[in-house]
């Protein structure tokens, strides 16, 4: 809960809840919707409760305990002579598909009476798509909603074609009445009554458990939720940026997902975010896993099996499967399932596929066991020939994307429309080269020629490769460098111009190390300079440019994954100062975010308020955001941040 969402959100086994303040769900949509969501889809659109006939006061707003518990303090109306006849405690926890909620009644009176609470629920089953704010909407034809009774609450169920879930309400003790409740559209609304006995300064429960299952889904077994202290409440932390990366390790854990391995082993990986991304994405997971690396080096080993599982094998051009191609997401949904989005599997990203070999080659660096490396061999090979040919790099000399209509416009990390442009604001046409994708693609082919040499022992594959990331750091050069701005563009379009917008993604060049070393410390320099840092981050444009707008997702704001990649860079070519002045700025604005780093800072310089204006649509907890302290303190080395 923040001042900018009052909304609580509760988290546990890739299944999230919000609620509003006082406990109740609406149905909202748009860039804060409420409900209880599991498997891209929303089990659970009203949850409201009535005392007494009326809706009750909250004495305690619901505030959360623990990640995934919340209690509140409720009573029906009353006034100063005649206060609540009783109050009702309420807590509200989530675990694996499970929403659940324990109402306690204590009578404030020396006499019996009868407490009557009437709950209305339901179920609109809406797909994570139909719900952001875009105005898209989707044909559900045939789309059928059903709720009845059961012996101990209710059951709702969606169908559509070959398509069908439920969500199942059982209440303990069962409700004395169950009505229909006025419908909305998509839903089928049914209210429980209880009349409620309690005897003088008496007490009653009422246990509900909401049970959420998804289309060709079966729960485990319901377990107690395990309790998780906040780390920035732990007490064990003396510094802000050791709580930072004490709660970043508590996100991720949060985020932590079962998906299928490249055997068919469950594996358990990081998801990108909630609300939106709750599924494994391949530049986050990579990203994710790749910052990591020197404190869970298990997390890569598990993404990287769940990516080379999910590896591309033919060419579908609605989804942007390609032979070898890292994918960009997956969803699991009722509009990827009759393919209205090409999510299920979308393969859109430039980058997923380069730094997939990236944190392969890391992770056998890091852990000296060559294991993974042999068994994901005939994976890599796949993903370097995808690099050579359908990514672009024989063709054309670079990765290049085109602008997927039906998908994403822009394919690297700046993902969304416009976000590659020129100085006057023009979104680059393609195919388009962007410029941290050539670093990734030039490390990935040096990292594994290394791979070739020490783990598959084939000398030729890897003599081949080296020469590859010898010919595109010189072409890159030549192509990419803008004298005049004395900074390397942030693409080249289709027809080979140079798009000229000065950009964060230039820092990413000196982590891949693709620039030569006194380029790179000219370019480290300048992402200091004001235009660029707010103070409390590097922003993803350059303020002054045309484009720039400190709210725009892509072009002005300031992400903290961005800024680590950056920071992982100045630390490889010696800019010690500026890493420490990026660490500061982030791990200040992560105070006072409760030492959670949110997915993306508006871009306003820190000079102009007290602290970081939150960017309003931003996912937190985000799994790469979570992960960026780590890279911090990695950056940093040995020395304390603050000495």
Request: net charge negative.
């Amino acid at each position: 809960m923040t001042a900018a969402d009052p909304r609580v959100q509760l988290v546990r086994d890739a299944t999230f809840v919000r609620l509003h303040a006082d406990g109740e769900i609406s149905g909202t949509r748009g860039s804060a919707p409420d409900g209880l969501f599991f498997q891209d889809a929303r089990h659970l659109s009203r949850w409201h409760l009535a005392v007494d006939g009326t809706a009750p006061t909250a004495l305690v707003p619901a505030t959360p305990e623990t990640d995934d518990t919340a209690a509140g303090v409720l009573t029906p109306e009353g006034t100063r002579d005649n206060p609540p006849a009783y109050t009702v405690f309420r807590r509200q926890s989530v675990t694996a598909g499970t929403f659940t909620e324990h109402l306690s009644l204590v009578s404030n009176r020396p006499d019996a009476l009868t407490a009557r609470l009437d709950l209305t629920v339901g179920a609109d089953f809406a797909d994570l798509f139909e719900l952001r704010a875009d105005d898209r909407h989707y044909a559900k034809p045939g789309a059928e909603y059903e709720s009845r009774d059961t012996a101990d609450g209710v059951l709702f169920g969606y169908r559509r074609a070959d398509w069908h879930a439920r969500t199942d309400i059982s209440c303990d003790p069962v409700p004395d009445a169950v009505a229909p409740a006025p419908a909305r559209e998509g839903d089928t609304a049914r209210t429980l009554t209880w009349h409620l006995p309690l005897d003088a300064h008496g007490r009653a429960d009422l246990r509900l458990t909401v049970r959420a299952h998804p289309h060709g889904r079966t729960l485990p077994p319901v377990t107690a939720p395990a309790p998780v202290r906040h780390p920035e409440r732990a007490g064990g932390a003396t510094d802000d940026l050791t709580r930072t990366c004490e709660r970043g390790l508590a996100d991720i854990d949060l985020l932590t997902i079962p998906v299928p391995g490249v055997d068919g082993e469950d594996v358990r990986v990081p998801a990108a975010g909630i609300p939106w991304f709750l599924t494994l994405f391949g530049r986050d997971s990579l990203l994710t896993a790749y910052f990591l690396l020197p404190y869970r080096p298990a997390t890569a080993a598990a993404v990287l099996s769940a990516l080379a599982a999910t590896q591309g094998r033919r060419h579908d051009p609605f989804s942007g499967e390609q032979p070898g191609r890292i994918v960009h997401e997956t969803r699991h949904g009722e509009l990827a399932h009759f393919r209205q989005v090409p999510y299920g599997r979308y393969y859109g990203a430039v980058d997923a596929t380069p730094l997939f070999l990236v944190l392969l080659h890391a992770h056998h660096e890091a852990t000296g066991d060559p294991s993974l490396a042999k068994r994901l061999e005939r994976h890599a090979r796949r993903a370097v020939d995808w690099m050579l040919t359908d990514g672009g790099l024989e063709q054309h000399g670079y990765l290049v994307y085109d602008p997927d209509p039906g998908g994403l416009v822009n394919q690297n990390w700046k993902d969304s429309a416009g976000a590659v442009c020129f100085r006057d604001g023009t979104q680059a046409e393609g195919p388009v080269a962007v410029c941290e994708a050539q670093g990734y693609a030039y490390d990935a082919l040096l990292r594994t020629a290394e791979l070739a040499d020490g783990v598959w022992r084939d000398e030729a594959y890897a003599r081949r490769l080296r020469e590859g990331a010898a010919r595109l750091r010189d072409r890159f050069t030549a192509d990419f460098w803008m004298p005049d701005a004395d900074f390397p563009a942030l693409a080249l379009d289709g027809d080979g111009r140079q798009v000229d917008a000065l950009a964060s993604d230039a820092g990413h060049l000196l982590w891949s190390g693709i620039l030569d070393p006194e380029r790179s410390r000219r370019v480290g320099r300048r992402l200091l300079e004001p235009d660029f840092f707010s103070g409390w981050a590097i922003r993803t444009l350059a303020a002054g440019q045309r484009p720039y707008h400190p709210l725009s997702y892509h072009r002005g704001s300031a992400w903290p994954h961005d800024n680590a990649v950056v920071v992982l860079g100045l630390a490889r070519q010696g800019l010690a100062a500026e890493v420490r002045t990026v660490a500061e700025g982030l791990v200040a604005a992560a105070a006072h975010h409760g030492h959670r780093l949110p997915e993306v800072l508006a871009g306003y310089d820190r000079a102009a308020t007290a602290a970081p204006v939150p960017y309003p649509h931003s996912c937190s907890p985000q799994a790469w955001a979570a992960a960026t302290p780590l890279a911090l303190r990695t950056a940093l080395g040995p020395e304390p941040l603050g000495s």
